[in-house]
């Protein structure tokens, strides 16, 4: 090849790899313009409804007055508003939640009710009643972003409080992908637990015993704490728990009514299992693959021979199980 031509090839692509640098400055220019442009746009706060003060911190930790002080601005939802709950059938919350701080307390009303405080710029918030033939029912709720590139920018923390009657037999089911929750479930009439947590700090507790033991209870996180306590008060018949990185407790403090066959496995840092004083603990399997574990289980004889058992197998990759 002459060098003329080995020029020219030369300078085709030295003008070809300009091109593709140009185009993706032009395509990041645009993205940086977008942000702007979205950080500029003036933040519509919710002020439609006020709504009694809601205390949704945990109940270890009392509320302020402050917090107490500070309502939750209620967001009319015509679903919500237009839809009556079915008098008979059993159904079903299901929660698909995102990027927030997330609440569900049990409540002595007769109707589902939601709450919540956002920038409805960036964020949505919708719910949704559907009635089967056979007379069952599903509630959805969800909150999301209406951009994925810029849903998470800047702003107050998002939050939402789902209260639920007491006395309204369903089950929760769902996934909460990213941000916080604290679901008190204690007191509902629950027939079961099917949720998937994401990124961030989850918790779910039973404060107090629910009207029935419950058939099953299943949660699954990602990463970061997840922390089941009073387990003992909904006294379901089986339990399964996974969590792939960072802390998983589970509670099995309560008032067992029956017994229990538990499956928990994480794949790398530290699961507790705090056992209660009043039922026997059976510890089928505990292994860690690299880590150590530390099971301390008394033997109560002085048990009656009806006392709950609860049969536990825990696994786990990397890091530490404790059973106490």
Known sequence: MSDEKKRGCFKTGVLGCAALVALGLVFFAGL???AL???RRPVERVEEERSAPVPVQRPATPATAEQ????RTRIPLSTIADEELPETGAGTLELDLSMGEFFVVPSDGAEIEVEGEFDRNRFRLDAEMTEAEDGSWRYRVRFLPRSRLFGGRGGSPNRVTIHVPRGLPLSVV???RMGSSDLELGGLSLRAVDLDT???EH???FSEPTPRPMDSFEIRGSMGQLDVTGLGNASPLTVEARHGMGELRLGLEGSWRNDCDIRARWRMGQMTVDVADDVRVDVESSTVIFGGKSVRVREREDLPP???TLRLDLGG???EVVVR
Do not use: N, Q, T, Y
């Not at 107490?68 to 309502?71: F, V």
């Open 198 to 200: 994401g990124m961030g």
């Open 37 to 39: 442009l979205d950080s």
């Open 203 to 205: 918790a779910v507790s």
């Open 32 to 34: 940086a313009g977008l």
């Open 306 to 308: 009806d006392a709950p």
């Open 317 to 319: 990759s990397m890091g």
């Open 68 to 71: 107490l002080a500070d309502a």
């Open 174 to 176: 769902g996934r909460i």
